[in-house]
T-cell receptor, first 114, second 114 residues
Framework: GAGVSQSPSNKVTEKGKDVELRCDPI?????LYWYRQRLGQGLEFLIY????????KSGLPSDRFSAERTGESVSTLTIQRTQQEDSAVYLC????????????FGPGTRLTVL | KQEVTQIPAALSVPEGENLVLNCSFT??????LQWFRQDPGKGLTSLLL?????REQTSGRLNASLDKSSGRSTLYIAASQPGDSATYLC?????????????FGQGTTLQVKP
């Protein structure tokens, strides 16, 4: 079946612009996660959605970052007033019901802020 | 604070060799542990998930073991092939769980030479 998809695959933007990254989870997966991977660094957790519960936003690095999810479908990660340090690969993952399940990752969106 | 460490950071072996990748974690109160594979420029692929009550999991040529008391997991790859070349990551849920936050190691980059 279809896996997790993300768009765009690459995004180049100018410092100060807003960007939106999209994630389509595996159909039927109620849990969705966003991570960031900066060059030469490990994966950083950003945010976790689980069903209709309030999202775990503990990993968002600043108030310029926000994410939404409509029901159990698409999620968007928005970065406002982008900075060069936001350049990274943004990875989305989904799992069947919760954090206890295997997480399936998308291919990522490579964001470059000039 | 949970910290995950992977040793070695890089490994190069000839094709056909059996090898072991190591993962250690500082807080033994984990719910589960996952091993992932990441190919250059791509997302993560889940390889194995070991529940805290399990000691090992096997999938094909891969065998992952877990020793919670010592804070260690190993990924054993039998009869390595050039196609196994990738970065291997281990990850555990943050704290006692109930969060989407996975804590990742820095990864071991494996090169299998033909």
């Amino acid at each position: 079946g279809a896996g997790v998809s993300q768009s765009p695959s690459n995004k180049v933007t100018e410092k100060g612009k807003d960007v939106e990254l999209r994630c389509d989870p595996i159909s039927g997966h109620t849990a969705l996660y966003w991570y960031r991977q900066r060059l030469g660094q490990g994966l950083e957790f950003l945010i976790y959605f689980q069903g209709n519960s309030a999202p775990d936003k503990s990993g968002l690095p600043s108030d310029r970052f926000s994410a939404e999810r409509t029901g159990e479908s698409v999620s968007t990660l928005t970065i406002q007033r982008t900075q060069q340090e936001d350049s990274a690969v943004y990875l989305c993952a989904s799992s069947t019901t919760s954090w206890a399940d295997t997480q399936y990752f998308g291919p990522g969106t490579r964001l470059t802020v000039l | 604070k949970q910290e995950v460490t992977q040793i070695p950071a890089a490994l190069s072996v000839p094709e056909g060799e059996n090898l072991v990748l190591n993962c250690s974690f500082t807080d033994s109160a984990i719910y589960n542990l996952q091993w992932f594979r990441q190919d250059p420029g791509k997302g993560l692929t889940s390889l194995l998930l070991i529940q805290s009550s399990q000691r090992e999991q096997t999938s094909g040529r891969l065998n992952a073991s877990l020793d919670k008391s010592s804070g260690r997991s190993t990924l054993y790859i039998a009869a390595s092939q050039p196609g196994d070349s990738a970065t291997y990551l281990c990850a555990v849920p943050h704290g006692s769980g109930n969060t989407g936050k996975l804590i990742f190691g820095q990864g071991t980059t494996l090169q299998v030479k033909p």
